[in-house]
């Protein structure tokens, strides 16, 4: 057991183990210390026989997990070389990894807010919960980064162009879009979640689940299908706004509206990113992409100043570089994708002959 003040806390109970996420106040946003925390619970479990099922929750009553720790980040990239956070994402990336293939049963809790890095503590994992509370979200753009902790992957597997419409605008969705899209696997209501989780002490998380799984309630995205996969299917950002402002259905336009007040850099990175992503195939090749990009974002000015606007002086006023979609060139792009060398995260040359996280078998 740890002490309750703990940034991850860690218990068994019967054949399940448990992560709790336990900064509540900054919405259990993860630190590197948690990363690692993880990952050693989960070697741990992995070879221990009593453990057949590991459970991932957040401590508090608003949700699992808002993200990565970006005020370190960017006090990281304004200050010092980059090699804190390029360090913190190496540990967490491998940790998203990690989820995907873990051997046994991980039953992630969606509950509540779930964005960035919490995507990636949960959305890679074999068995997905979200409730009516759930709002998941990688909204990257917003603050001049690219989404990440795999991403990009999920995203890219989305039917149509729901993942592109996601990556580009950060649009928040509920329970009944998470399936849609792949991110989840379970609807569970909230009030029974605690029942669900103290039944896994004694039962397998498929069993468990049958008592508890319900219909969402309905989500928005399924209408909106015919707008999204007409005006996102290009590989130019500008062309997408164009087409979205010149579509009827107002939700398109109001989308327009969203993708001008986030880094054109980047969108364009993003639009990028989704599109290779689905090209790369497995995980590890994804994970190993985003890292490059990741790093060069901590030399890019959009990350320090969306950070600044939208977490640090709460403005909500950035102040991108470049400001318009058409001065951002294509090898301003192409930048981001550079290899590493040396520094490359190198998961794809690990993970040879792996099972794809989508051949999974759900519980």
Same mark, same amino acid.
């Given at each position: 057991?740890?002490?309750?003040?703990?940034?991850?806390?860690?218990?068994?109970?019967?054949?399940?183990?448990?992560?709790?996420?336990?900064?509540?106040?900054?919405?259990?946003?993860?630190?590197?210390?948690?990363?690692?925390r993880?990952?050693?619970? $989960?070697?741990?479990?992995?070879?221990?026989?009593?453990?057949?099922?590991?459970?991932?929750?957040?401590?508090? !009553?608003?949700?699992?997990?808002?993200?990565?720790?970006?005020?370190t980040?960017?006090?990281?990239?304004?200050?010092?070389?980059?090699?804190?956070?390029?360090?913190?994402?190496?540990? *967490?990336?491998?940790?998203?990894?990690?989820?995907?293939?873990?051997?046994?049963?991980?039953?992630?809790?969606?509950?509540?807010?779930?964005?960035?890095?919490?995507?990636?503590?949960?959305?890679?994992?074999?068995?997905?919960?979200?409730? !009516?509370?759930?709002?998941?979200?990688?909204?990257?753009?917003?603050?001049?980064?690219?989404?990440?902790?795999?991403?990009?992957?999920?995203?890219?597997?989305?039917?149509g162009? $729901?993942?592109?419409? $996601?990556?580009?605008?950060?649009?928040?969705?509920?329970?009944?879009?998470?399936?849609?899209?792949?991110?989840?696997?379970?609807?569970?209501?909230?009030?029974?979640?605690?029942? $669900?989780?103290?039944?896994?002490?004694?039962?397998?998380?498929?069993?468990?689940?049958?008592?508890?799984?319900?219909?969402?309630?309905?989500?928005?995205?399924?209408a909106?299908?015919?707008?999204?996969?007409?005006?996102?299917?290009?590989?130019?950002?500008? *062309?997408?706004?164009?087409?979205?402002?010149?579509h009827?259905?107002?939700?398109?336009?109001?989308?327009?509206?969203?993708?001008?007040?986030?880094?054109?850099?980047?969108?364009?990175?993003?639009?990028?990113?989704?599109?290779?992503?689905?090209?790369l195939?497995?995980?590890?090749?994804?994970?190993?992409?985003?890292?490059r990009?990741?790093?060069?974002?901590l030399?890019?000015?959009?990350?320090?100043?969306?950070?600044?606007?939208?977490?640090?002086?709460?403005?909500?006023?950035?102040?991108?570089?470049?400001?318009?979609l058409?001065?951002?060139?294509?090898?301003?792009?192409?930048?981001?994708?550079?290899?590493?060398?040396?520094? !490359?995260?190198?998961?794809?040359?690990?993970?040879?002959?792996?099972?794809?996280?989508?051949?999974?078998?759900?519980?």
């Amino acid at each position: 057991m740890n002490g309750t003040d703990a940034p991850v806390l860690l218990h068994t109970a019967g054949r399940a183990a448990h992560i709790t996420l336990n900064r509540p106040r900054a919405l259990n946003s993860l630190t590197h210390e948690m990363v690692l925390r993880v990952d050693e619970a $989960l070697t741990a479990w992995e070879r221990d026989p009593a453990v057949e099922t590991v459970v991932v929750t957040g401590a508090g !009553e608003r949700g699992l997990c808002a993200g990565g720790d970006i005020r370190t980040i960017h006090d990281d990239a304004r200050d010092g070389d980059g090699t804190a956070s390029a360090a913190f994402w190496r540990d *967490e990336y491998r940790l998203n990894a990690r989820i995907a293939r873990y051997p046994k049963p991980y039953v992630a809790v969606m509950d509540g807010i779930v964005m960035g890095g919490g995507v990636g503590v949960s959305a890679h994992g074999s068995v997905r919960i979200v409730t !009516e509370r759930s709002r998941i979200a990688m909204p990257e753009t917003g603050i001049g980064f690219v989404p990440d902790v795999g991403g990009t992957h999920l995203l890219a597997r989305a039917p149509g162009e $729901l993942g592109t419409h $996601l990556a580009l605008t950060g649009t928040q969705i509920g329970a009944a879009d998470a399936l849609l899209c792949g991110l989840a696997d379970h609807y569970v209501p909230s009030a029974a979640l605690g029942d $669900l989780v103290d039944e896994l002490a004694g039962l397998p998380a498929a069993e468990a689940l049958a008592r508890y799984a319900q219909a969402p309630p309905p989500g928005v995205l399924a209408a909106h299908r015919i707008w999204i996969d007409a005006c996102y299917a290009t590989d130019r950002v500008e *062309e997408a706004v164009r087409r979205l402002y010149d579509h009827d259905d107002p939700a398109a336009k109001e989308a327009a509206e969203t993708l001008l007040t986030r880094s054109p850099t980047s969108l364009k990175v993003t639009l990028a990113a989704v599109r290779r992503a689905r090209g790369l195939g497995s995980l590890e090749r994804v994970l190993d992409q985003e890292y490059r990009v990741s790093c060069a974002a901590l030399t890019a000015p959009d990350l320090v100043e969306g950070i600044r606007a939208q977490i640090i002086d709460k403005d909500r006023a950035p102040r991108w570089t470049p400001a318009a979609l058409a001065d951002v060139t294509d090898a301003d792009v192409d930048r981001f994708f550079t290899p590493l060398g040396e520094r !490359e995260l190198g998961l794809a040359t690990t993970a040879d002959g792996a099972p794809e996280h989508g051949g999974q078998t759900r519980s």
